[in-house]
């Protein structure tokens, strides 16, 4: 959806804006979250979490356009050292043989299938243009851990995690949206809440069902993290090959094949 809204010169903050505005409005017709019992609630986490998800988007565009796609999509990608990591040192997970080869099996899988082959020279030769590139690194990370603390959380059900998360993204950007239309930085369309409410019912979907995975295997939060980046992965090359007609390079072939036993390797862990 996002390579067609640029595609189609749809401004992607107008659109990421009301995502959250339907996100909030399925989790509170579907998930019914409970509103009065959360005195115990991270809102720290959560404000932290709304704060994040709308301003990485910003982010990636800003360092898309001064470092290049390429190498953009590594730091995105190689953002899941971030949550493995965690998963052993603040978690407690235990490392088993198995689990080790295929989280490695999944990285060597990241690995092949950056597209090398393009060219990743920044674009404006912008001197800090590395600081966005780490801030999308670090940041992606984070956001996983994250989402794994809101869903280790056994005094507040998922739900009404979800929808307090989205609702604060909603405020934020809104804000943001309001501050850049007043100065003029930004002309209102609106086209985009449609848009908008489009995304919003994958960014619900996706982030709901990472949640139930996170809950389901409480215990093995690597598997999670894992599974679902390389998913993202496989999914999106697939994607780019049917629907839009993108070259893969042979490395990049390897990678998906990789990418695909990683996830049976970790799932069978």
Known sequence: MLKVAS???IDIYQAITWNYSMAMVLTWLFLKPDLVNLSSAPFFNYSLLALLLPALFVILAISVRLSGIVRTDIAQRLSLFIPVIASFI????KLTPLKLIGIGLGFAAIICTIPWQKKAESKHGVSNAWLYLLIVFVGMGLIDVLFKQIAALKTVTYSSSLFIVFSLAFVFSLVGLFYQVITKKMRFSWPHILIGWVLGIANF????????????????????????????IVAGALTGLIIFKEKLSLLNKAG???AIIAIIVIAKS
């Open 205 to 232: 979907g996706n982030i709901l069902f990472y949640l139930k995975a996170h809950k389901a295997l409480a215990s093995h939060p690597s598997t999670v993290f894992s599974a679902m980046n390389i998913g993202v």
């Open 90 to 93: 603040l978690f407690d997970e």
């Open 7 to 9: 595609r189609y010169h």
């Open 256 to 258: 998906l094949v990789i």
